[in-house]
């Protein structure tokens, strides 16, 4: 009789491990990449509104919310299909662009209608938040670019304390929805609204390159 001889490799514990390494570092490439690719287009600090003594400095494009909802924006943006770019200069002045991929045009469209009726309404709701204090909105205005886009600005002060001036470009492109919050002490007539109307329209014909 022959006896059969077994020509299979036998792999060592070692082997093994390195294989399931390899494997599962395969995976989180295929992953991140899948991950990138589903994220919208964001501005770069030279997008922004220039400082007049500073450059700005981007931050990471990050999945998610941003940890603090930014001044105006709590409650009202989804952490699903979210994600972030905070920007910074070496003065007062900062930005934040969040953007949404919702799950229609129709569910961005309703995100997008949200988003202004809070900017809009939030001068009054910090009024009533903090006596005492003043505030003030702008509206400035729709802008044409793809489903559109509007701009706002809210100033708001408590006594002892020194002003504050955000803006606001809230657009859509298809079912991506981006909002853009630029902030600095100051008052509305110290905002820069022309660039940064073309930060907005910048930021939003960035969405779906």
Known sequence: MF?????????????????????????????GTATAATAPGFLNGTDLPPHPSSPWYPGKITKG??????????????????????????????????????????????LATALERKVAACAADWLRANPGGTASWQDYGKLAVEEGAHVYGVGASIPESEPG??????????????????????????????????????AVNKLNP
């Open 3 to 31: 006896r059969r001889t077994d020509t299979r490799t036998t792999r060592t514990p070692a082997l093994v491990a390195t294989a399931l390494a390899a494997a599962a570092a395969l995976a989180l490439t295929a992953s």
């Open 65 to 110: 919310l941003p940890e603090d909802a930014p001044f105006c924006l709590d409650g009202v943006l989804p952490g699903a299909g979210s994600w972030h770019r905070a920007f910074g200069t070496e003065f007062d002045t900062g930005a934040v662009q969040i953007s949404v991929r919702a799950a229609s045009d129709a569910a961005a469209a309703k």
């Open 165 to 202: 001036v955000h803006l606001y470009g809230i657009g859509r492109d298809g079912s991506t929805v981006t909002v853009v919050k630029w902030g600095q002490m100051g008052n509305l007539p110290d905002a820069p609204v022309a660039a940064f109307k073309k930060t907005t329209t910048t």
